[in-house]
């Protein structure tokens, strides 16, 4: 059976050395997250997920959710005993503003938490991750009034919240949802409709479930300009607070899925329940973007948690599991094998586990830091320029993130060898959970397009440009470092490789966008290489200051440096061969009419 | 529900257009494979899967294998009716030798009928394989009496045959197996030992099932020179051919699996079974390595059979789907959204695997055409290049092309977006089916060292030099030529690159051969994307030559030559970042300690 430790050293690293948590002391709500209280959220949480969400991952998988005949959903064994205890622990109120109960703690560290929580049971962290993304709707959205009905008993994890967008008809393209709103006299909507895919739809974890809703009003127009996003409560709030009738909403069914089968993925039936509008008429879209925006962050984190327990299975595996010899001569001779450890190929499969998974953590705790500042920051300049670059990276941490916590998965999955295809060996539902990471919220080559055709533009390109000159200003600095100069050097390259796509895509997207599309998704690709690439300078250069600076820990530190070689040597070379790809353009990719593709 | 049609006028395209079938005309088994009769084995063939495999596809997934208290398993509902059809309709006789009641076909025309069998149905397609395999060892290593005793019923399929080699303490490190063979005075051998993950081990199609088993005599060396190979059958054979009594071996479980579920992968124990030596003592290995080449380039063949069948859903999909519009506007005005298909990270997608699996359709199927050639060339040259050829090409056929599999199955699945992830559309299932391709067998990372540490050295290099003098040779004749001038230039380069890996192999693996071991896995896919490339040069040239002469179906042969073009595009590209890889060496990727890896 698999294990898991939170990763609580690599993150203290991140924090506190590599981001320089200090630095922003002086913002509200970094004030309390001094150095100590930090600490004890990780060690405190890290402890809480292993030994009561992480034994519950296995069997939550076999067992599933059930519908009842009455429409309700039960989770598996034992979660909703956790989840009790996570609501005593207050885990779901930390970066929640205090205006709602919340310990309005910094989003960097409740992301270094939910990372945790994740990797020790996915399908149990979706149930607090969809609530907080439908409160983050109603923060940014909701009328006072909603905000103080829903938002304190959703901040402490009373009630769940879910999102309530696709329908059988529709994903992607929004514009052709169906749902209906019929205004009513007093205000409220009467709202009609079936959704599809709703995670955590149903269940019996929280007293309450506030959907939030994408529906169209009378005479909307056609199109995403018609949407608007309504509240509605699986169970209506009274004046008072207290639960009144029960609303017309239920599951009518729960998937069955390859994977995350303990969070209940429901259909959902809205027949003329009772909600109420969030935001303005038609403007439902933007109000969805800010949950979205919330979920896709979370989803990269999903890859992150996921590529994280698998690696630290394999390297357990790796040395547990003895089979043949190393190429240069017996190791330890005394037993009839090695351990798994002395195959370069196994080893391989590791560093690019652990360069991914380090490197991916620096970029999703840097990119919480970002909406940190978007809200925080002293100037409106830094505000902006940290909205820029969490916009920017946001579809990359989803797209790139998780499509490395699958590769992740699968690599650690291959370590294991046979057993790894067996279901009690735990590996083979890792791949499973994390295959879903690249289609929802957005598959990832919707992410690409976000990339290319939204973020890449906005703003004149402003963020993009900023991202370059940071990634030049770090490499140029870092180019004589005696420990990370050559380092420095390949990431100034594939720095330049993305330019260089990003120009071509400049140079031939007018003429015809389809040479962006075609090369968005290497595009993503590439700006994730890099990103990831410039986190690796970052710590890498913590890492040598470390050194320097003596004060022991030396092998954590000395492996900092050795995995970002790695990282130089075998995961950068990439950047050349996606820039060569993106210059292909679409000509080959839409040469071929449908009927070409079909087997004769 | 998925669909699959079998891609007869691909598989006919290679054959007679790209290899050149008639060619080979003089040779034994060939004179009887004309066009005509190849033809109506393609037809019927792909209609028999079609029909009668494909259709217990999703249902055998769902249902599995069901072992019972008395240690028998029973098959999926339909599994035996339908391998009764198998049976009756001659479909596991078409290469076996005509001594032994087969057809006699070449090589090429069962491979070309396993895939379709693959592709309708993996797990079903596992049983006659297995057999298969077991048989090609007794034909190879076992007595007359052996063989006039098991192969006209293995032939038949009338019986079953498992290969019986991995342990619970060993996989890989066949030294390791405990397995013990205990002499008789009448020549036979006591069996005891538990093998696991032994697929069709047990079950409900064949009255019998021949074993072959892998065990150590008393006072055999360690490793793997002390393994000897035993035919153990389930029921032990009467002197006249009926069954006599049953044998001490036994299903104690079968396993849980990520998928094939409906293939019966036992643990197997062996209690004093009676069993009898096949080939010589303490040679079990190299006997093994029959069975295992033909197995390999079977499990080769399950990377391109379920990326096919994967490939032609997601271009169903993508055309009945509709969701939002074309970059270029809207190209069905008066539908809602346009079809998936106009979207280029759609039409990427369903590109790369079209490339893809057809580029592995032709290396499969002139892999299976050398392995004819070895045995029936009419000159001692003739059938040792063409054995070169294919024992370098065994490891890449089966590494490469299975991890190409469970990428195209991924990405088709992707296609789907979230319906993808429910099980009731089928495509998860795919991606569940085709991981095991890249793990049994020997794990892709032991086909690399295979490629790496064995192949390429093999004597003195021919096997690799040959192949790279094809490359050269042909991409020199076309590199002017109007069509396929750019492509052959682009597979020059990536020619180039493998050889100067090959070279940095040489220069370094004696200093060190770590260096080696850790570029293995880039280079298996080095070789594979030049070995396919070569494919897809003569598809290409054969395609153009068509267009030339006129005659028709223009249509399919431009589809090849945009196909080919995207493959030197956007797939062609990956040599130069794998070149750099591979010389990255093994520093990176030994310098950590264990402890290291390990989350603090």
Redesign the interface.
């Known amino acids: 059976m698999p294990q898991y430790?939170?990763?609580?050293?690599?993150t203290r690293f991140i924090l506190s050395e590599v981001i320089g948590l200090d630095r922003y002391a002086n913002l509200p709500g970094f004030e309390n997250a001094g150095a100590e209280l930090v600490d004890a959220v990780l060690d405190e949480g890290g402890r809480f997920v292993a030994e009561v969400l992480f034994p519950l991952n296995h069997s939550g998988d076999q067992q599933g959710c059930t519908r009842h005949a009455d429409g309700s959903v039960t989770t598996p064994d034992g979660f909703k005993e956790a989840y009790a205890k996570f609501r005593e622990g207050g885990w779901s109120t930390l970066s929640a503003p205090e205006a709602f109960g919340g310990q309005g703690l910094p989003h960097v560290v409740s992301t270094a938490f939910e990372e945790y929580m994740i990797s020790a049971n996915m399908a149990f962290a979706m149930y607090p991750g969809l609530t907080h993304g439908a409160a983050a709707a109603i923060l940014a959205k909701g009328s006072d009034e909603q905000k103080a009905t829903y938002l304190p008993k959703m901040v402490s994890g009373e009630w769940g919240g879910t999102m309530n967008l696709?329908e059988p008809q529709?994903?992607?393209?929004l514009?052709?949802i169906r749902t209906r709103a019929e205004p009513q006299a007093d205000g409220s909507y009467r709202i009609s409709g079936t959704k599809?895919?709703i995670s955590s739809g149903e269940h019996d974890l929280t007293d309450n479930i506030i959907h939030l809703v994408l529906a169209k009003t009378p005479d909307a127009p056609e199109s995403t300009k018609g949407i608007s996003l309504f509240v509605v409560p699986k169970f209506l709030v009274n004046a008072d607070g207290s639960l009144g009738e029960r609303n017309a909403v239920a599951c009518g069914s729960i998937?069955?899925?390859?994977?995350i089968h303990a969070n209940s993925t429901c259909v959902m039936n809205y027949d003329g329940a009772t909600g109420w509008m969030v935001g303005e008429e038609n403007k439902g879209l933007a109000a969805m973007f800010i949950m979205m925006n919330v979920a896709r962050l979370g989803v990269g984190l999903q890859g992150l948690g996921i590529g994280?327990v698998a690696y630290?299975n394999a390297?357990q595996y790796?040395?547990d599991r003895?089979?043949?010899r190393a190429?240069?001569g017996p190791k330890e001779p005394n037993e009839?094998?090695d351990?798994l450890?002395v195959?370069?190929?196994?080893?391989?499969?590791?560093?690019e586990a652990?360069a991914l998974t380090e490197g991916l953590r620096a970029l999703c705790l840097w990119g919480a830091l970002q909406v940190d500042l978007s809200h925080k920051a002293q100037t409106e300049e830094e505000r902006e320029a940290a909205d820029d670059l969490i916009s920017l990276l946001t579809p990359v941490i989803k797209g790139f993130g998780t499509d490395a916590g699958?590769r992740i998965a699968?690599d650690a999955?291959?370590v294991y060898?046979?057993h790894?295809?067996?279901?009690?060996w735990g590996m083979?539902q890792y791949?499973?959970d994390a295959?879903?990471a690249?289609?929802?919220e957005g598959?990832?080559?919707v992410q690409?397009?976000d990339l290319v055709?939204r973020k890449l533009a906005q703003k004149g390109g402003r963020a993009v440009q900023a991202l370059f000159a940071l990634v030049d200003a770090e490499t140029a600095a870092a180019k004589d470092h005696v420990r990370m100069g050559d380092f420095a050097q390949r990431l100034e390259k594939a720095n330049g490789e993305l330019t260089a796509a990003t120009m071509w895509f400049m140079a031939n997207g007018m003429q015809?966008?389809?040479h962006?599309?075609?090369g968005?998704?290497s595009y993503m690709n590439l700006m994730g290489l890099v990103s990831v690439g410039l986190m690796w300078l970052r710590m890498g250069l913590a890492a040598a200051r470390a050194l320097e600076a003596g004060g022991g820990d030396a092998?954590?530190y000395?492996?900092k440096l050795?995995?970002a070689?790695?990282y130089g040597?075998?995961l950068l070379?990439?950047a050349?061969?996606l820039r060569?790809?993106i210059e292909?353009?679409?000509?080959?990719?839409?040469?071929?009419?449908?009927?070409?593709?079909?087997?004769?």
Chains 1, 2 share one sequence.
Request: proline share 5%.
């Open positions: 430790t939170a990763p609580v050293r690599d696709t529709c994903g992607t393209d514009g052709l599809i895919f998937e069955h899925k390859m994977g994280e630290q390297v790796a040395g003895r089979q043949g190429l240069t009839k094998a351990p450890f195959h370069p190929d196994v080893r391989r499969m590791l560093m652990k699958y699968t999955q291959q060898g046979g790894g295809y067996i279901a009690e083979e791949v499973r295959r879903i690249m289609i929802y598959t990832n080559g690409a397009m055709g015809n966008p389809e962006v599309g075609a968005a998704y092998k954590f000395e492996a050795v995995t070689r790695f040597e075998r070379p990439d050349g061969a060569r790809k292909g353009g679409a000509e080959s990719i839409m040469a071929l009419e449908p009927e070409m593709f079909r087997a004769a």
